[in-house]
């Protein structure tokens, strides 16, 4: 799991997670929600089949 800085910046957002208000979850089973998100990077949207690009300044 996660310990140092990236443990408290989890759980200082956890306590304003929208999922986790709605869900009525605190601590470790909102950091469990959290981590359990499909994780969005550029490359996973530039793979998607869905994705159509409309403009790019991206020298080709």
Sequence with gaps: ??????K??????????????????LGADCVDLIMKRQLVTPISIAQDPKVQQVYSNYPF
Excluded: E
């Design 1 to 6: 799991m996660l310990t140092g800085p990236a």
């Design 8 to 25: 408290k910046l989890l759980k200082r957002r956890a306590l304003s997670d929208p999922q986790c208000r709605t869900k009525g979850l």
